[in-house]
């Protein structure tokens, strides 16, 4: 794998580095975006010289190499951000959105743990209905809280569309395969919003897309 532009990003479809890409998108920056599968490729040698665990994303801006989503919208906001999607040092939201930002993973640990369960584990035996009905209530908990927030706004921060949105974006996109977000009326709409954004729309895999993580509509209705 050559790496020649400034900015690389190796994503795989619908896994977190789909916050990564989006935040390209939206910022429309010049990146080479390299498409892993879900599996061997991010074992190979190569990758495994840029991410010591062979997960994605991983980023490299020049010299910089990055590997954790929440870092990356952080570094790329900071250093490209011309749209308002940063809350820099300083600012009145600047801890509101470092809250955000991170609270993504408090959903997505609970989406990756079903994402194991119900898709990893191939072997339904070796499945445990037990941790998917934990996992699933946490991670509706988790969501709860997010209804709260947006009880009397669009976005998370009051100021509007930041990049704290596209962490928790993604963290719901992936979510709402596990759970049925529609009982939440505000986070519904507030998916919907986010979901209508050409940057997010031009993140999703293309049509006849192969080597995808998410094949079904939902899991939430598959039988223990
Ligand atoms: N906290 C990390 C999590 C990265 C992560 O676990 N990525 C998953 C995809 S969503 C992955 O690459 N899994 C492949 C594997 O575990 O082999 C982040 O936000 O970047």
């Given at each position: 794998?050559?790496?020649?532009?400034?900015?690389?990003?190796?994503?795989?479809?619908?896994?977190?580095?789909?916050?990564?890409?989006?935040?390209?998108?939206?910022?429309?920056?010049?990146?080479?975006?390299?498409?892993?599968?879900?599996?061997?490729?991010?074992?190979?040698?190569?990758?495994?010289?840029?991410?010591?665990?062979?997960?994605?994303?991983?980023?490299?801006?020049?010299?910089?190499?990055?590997?954790?989503?929440?870092?990356?919208?952080?570094?790329?906001?900071?250093?490209?951000?011309?749209?308002?999607?940063?809350?820099?040092?300083?600012?009145?939201?600047?801890?509101?959105?470092?809250?955000?930002?991170?609270?993504?993973?408090?959903?997505?640990?609970?989406?990756?743990?079903?994402?194991?369960?119900?898709?990893?584990?191939?072997?339904?035996?070796?499945?445990?209905?037990?941790?998917?009905?934990?996992?699933?209530?946490?991670?509706?908990?988790?969501?709860?809280?997010?209804?709260?927030?947006?009880?009397?706004?669009?976005?998370?921060?009051?100021?509007?569309?930041?990049?704290?949105?596209?962490?928790?974006?993604?963290?719901?996109?992936?979510?709402?395969?596990?759970?049925?977000?529609?009982?939440?009326?505000?986070?519904?709409?507030?998916?919907?919003r986010l979901?209508?954004?050409?940057?997010?729309?031009?993140?999703l895999p293309?049509?006849?897309?192969?080597?995808?993580?998410?094949?079904?509509?939902?899991?939430?209705?598959?039988?223990?």
């Amino acid at each position: 794998m050559d790496v020649a532009m400034a900015i690389t990003l190796f994503h795989c479809q619908e896994a977190r580095s789909m916050r990564s890409l989006w935040l390209i998108n939206e910022l429309n920056l010049d990146a080479e975006v390299i498409t892993l599968s879900f599996g061997e490729e991010l074992r190979s040698d190569d990758y495994m010289s840029r991410h010591p665990l062979g997960r994605v994303p991983c980023l490299i801006d020049g010299d910089t190499t990055l590997y954790e989503s929440g870092a990356i919208t952080e570094w790329l906001c900071e250093n490209y951000d011309t749209k308002n999607l940063w809350r820099k040092p300083g600012d009145p939201e600047r801890a509101e959105w470092l809250q955000w930002l991170h609270y993504a993973e408090t959903i997505c640990v609970h989406v990756a743990s079903l994402t194991q369960q119900q898709i990893v584990i191939f072997d339904s035996e070796l499945r445990s209905p037990t941790v998917r009905k934990l996992e699933t209530r946490r991670l509706e908990k988790a969501i709860e809280v997010l209804e709260t927030q947006l009880e009397n706004q669009d976005y998370l921060l009051k100021s509007g569309f930041s990049g704290a949105d596209i962490g928790v974006g993604y963290s719901l996109h992936a979510g709402r395969l596990f759970t049925d977000i529609s009982v939440f009326p505000n986070v519904s709409r507030y998916y919907e919003r986010l979901s209508k954004r050409p940057a997010f729309q031009l993140s999703l895999p293309e049509p006849g897309a192969t080597n995808l993580i998410y094949t079904e509509e939902n899991y939430w209705m598959e039988p223990s």
